[in-house]
């Protein structure tokens, strides 16, 4: 039986969101606001479900038979894929983990919680763009309209820097400083964590980034990337724009058929020219903010690959004849070592 003094799940959701998330951890606000729809949809579950209401709700609605129900809910009732049921997986989890050391009391549920499954999916292609439909992009960019003009600086830095959507969103006029190369400039972005990078620009980035600033009139405090109200850029703005020049390119780059461009796709870009041109793993690293460098790892896996399929469009040459034979006298053997 729990003690009446032991906290009700809705002071332990509220204190993990509060304490662990935003003050501890200092989560992004994209990870705040996914976690957050994802307890959400689980309360809608329990009411639509279980006839239970979120002033109800105790810990045993998180036990591993909920959540269990709960995936299927999402698969069957809101036709989630296997990638999201993970990612709200991962909330739950995390959430309980949080419960398991604050609450010793709850660990039994919590230890049952956490033996979810993750559900097995297929990793999708990765898809990057080419330097010769990056520069067939740039020109579906009018630069005598605001739009063009925004476009193609937006275009600039995905693939120059190869920051997320919510840091380029986030770039003001401040951030755009000097760098030790002159006629360069280099760009901070505030990534995920509250953590900081400096990434320098290519020679043309900056010459174009100084002209939009002030053409533009923008001060220290004003972001780069506006609407034509005014109003910040949104993410789903971003997407939107992209697609439109995407589908503009096609016309002179038919290769921008087979590949399914997000913002994202530009983050993969810059991994692979960056790994082409003989970067190191940890610096790629840190240019894209990742904070561990096995995150990274996934576009050598990437690269290999793609060599791979090349060498099998070029063919073999030479013959399959084998003649050595190795000796039955496994000491001969080690002794020519």
Known sequence: ??????????????????????????ASHE?????????????????DMHGISAINVDIKCMDLEYIQEFCKYLEEKRGNKSVTINNRIAAIRSFMQYVSEMEPEYSGIAKRALMVPMQKHKVPTMDFITKDEFEVMIKACDTNTFLGARDKLMLLLLYNSGARVSELLSIKGSDIRNSDVPSRTAVKIYGKGRKERIVPLWKTTSVYIQ???????????????????????????????????????????????????????FRHSVAMNLLAAGVDISTIAIWLGHSSIETTHKYMVADMDMKRKAMEKVGSSGDDSYKYKPSSDILSFLNTL
């Open 211 to 265: 002209k939009y600033i002030g053409n533009n009139h923008l001060n220290g405090d004003d972001v780069l990337f506006i609407n034509k109200n005014g109003d910040k850029l949104t993410r789903s703005g971003v997407r939107s724009r992209i697609n439109a020049i995407v589908d503009e390119a096609k016309k002179d780059a038919q290769t921008l058929t087979e590949k399914n461009i997000t913002p994202h796709t």
């Open 1 to 26: 039986m729990m003690k009446s003094s032991t906290p009700s799940l809705q002071t332990l959701l509220q204190n993990y969101f509060l304490q662990r998330l935003m003050q501890q951890r200092r």
């Open 31 to 47: 990870t705040v606001s996914s976690y957050r729809d994802t307890f959400r949809i689980y309360f809608a579950y329990l009411v």
